[in-house]
């Protein structure tokens, strides 16, 4: 059993920066291909990027490329998502999950994922 715990959410105007994370605890991270998600509220959950295990690999939805970069710390067991030009839009509950597959091919489908946080809050304001 994995537990994630993000962090690193808060308030920021538009046009600044958060650096989330997520740790885990009860096992390594090392073989578990990791994932970021959002939810707004009234929304559904989407995927905002992915990283393979080895980190070798990295996907994002087109609304945050270039914005946003997922990396992974395995001696750490932490997951990071730096977010830099953040938008009034990013504002959302932000979760990581570890799916079971080291490079699951649907990266974006919310179900390949089998360990969650509890999500940590982000806002952005104007």
């Known amino acids: 059993q994995v537990q994630l715990v993000e962090s690193g959410g808060g308030l920021v105007q538009a046009g600044g920066s958060l650096r989330l994370s997520c740790d885990a605890s009860?096992?390594?991270?090392?073989?578990?291909?990791m994932g970021w998600f959002r939810q707004a509220p009234g929304q559904e959950r989407d995927f905002v990027a992915a990283?393979?295990?080895?980190?070798?690999?990295?996907y994002y939805a087109d609304s945050v490329k270039g914005r946003f970069t997922i990396s992974r710390d395995n001696a750490k067991n932490t997951i990071y998502l730096q977010m830099t030009s953040l938008k009034i839009e990013d504002t959302a509950v932000y979760y990581c999950?570890?799916?079971?597959?080291?490079?699951?091919?649907?990266?974006?489908?919310?179900?390949?994922?089998?360990?969650w946080g509890q999500g940590t809050q982000v806002t952005v304001s104007s």
């Open positions: 999950a570890a799916s079971d597959l080291g490079a699951p091919s649907a990266f974006d489908w919310a179900a390949v994922y089998d360990y």
């Open positions: 009860g096992r390594t991270l090392s073989n578990y291909g």
């Open positions: 990283i393979t295990w080895n980190g070798d690999n990295t």
